[in-house]
């Protein structure tokens, strides 16, 4: 019997253990918010998009979109790495490119999505070296609830995913499996929780 327990984590195909969040789920409860706010353009700050994680959260935010009847290929994903850094340059990068500046914001999103709060974090720096307002003229909604998410200026919105229930219940399963046991289900999935703060 394995003993591995995965945390807030997936691999496909493996009938393995894991104690994790539906990041389908996530992407659409992130899209369904930005569209309730009103919102119809997006960028995504997306992570490497042959890792589960990304592509999850995309299926999902795409999903929600076709449910609204707004064209899935019309969303534009920028590559965020997961890091700020990476996403900091990608969001600097395609604001000089659309012109987004006080004089111009036509090729601006209405808001963007950050599939983690560090990517959220570099958004955030690269919207306000361009001149641009959050929320007044780009949303920003992040993912994880990290501490520093509510000490970013504006505090940010985000998706807290319940990291502390995770650990603790996969510290649980482990000392089952390692007592013998076998438990019935291979799945734990924990609900996100959505923070609403000044950014969105």
């Known amino acids: ?5 995965l945390v807030n984590g997936h691999v496909p195909g493996l009938s393995l253990y894991s104690v994790r ?28 998009m042959d890792r589960y994680p990304a592509v999850s959260k995309m299926q999902g935010f795409r999903e929600r979109l076709a449910e609204e009847g707004l064209d899935p290929g019309d ?4 590559e965020g ?21 006080l ?3 036509s090729g601006l999103p209405d808001a963007i999505f950050a599939m983690n709060d560090l990517m959220a974090l570099g958004a955030l720096r690269a919207l306000y070296e361009a ?8 949303a920003v909604m992040g993912y994880d609830d990290i501490e520093l998410a509510q000490y970013a200026i504006p505090p940010l919105t985000t998706l807290r995913v319940p990291i502390e229930e995770m650990a603790l219940l996969a510290f649980e399963l482990f000392n ?25």
Not at 176 to 185: F, I, T, Y
């Open 1 to 5: 019997m394995s003993h591995l327990v």
């Open 21 to 48: 969040t539906n990041d389908v789920q996530d992407g659409w409860k992130a899209a369904d918010y930005l569209l309730k706010k009103g919102h119809r353009r997006f960028w995504v700050l997306a992570g490497p």
């Open 75 to 78: 969303l534009e994903v920028l």
């Open 81 to 101: 790495g997961f890091s700020a850094g990476i996403a900091y340059e990608a969001c600097r990068e395609r604001l000089r490119q659309v012109g987004g500046s």
């Open 103 to 105: 004089g111009r914001r």
């Open 131 to 138: 001149g641009v307002s959050v929320p007044q003229d780009v």
């Open 176 to 200: 089952r499996l390692m007592a013998g046991e076998a438990p019935r289900s291979k799945e734990y999935i924990l609900e996100t929780q959505l923070v609403k703060r000044e950014s969105c």
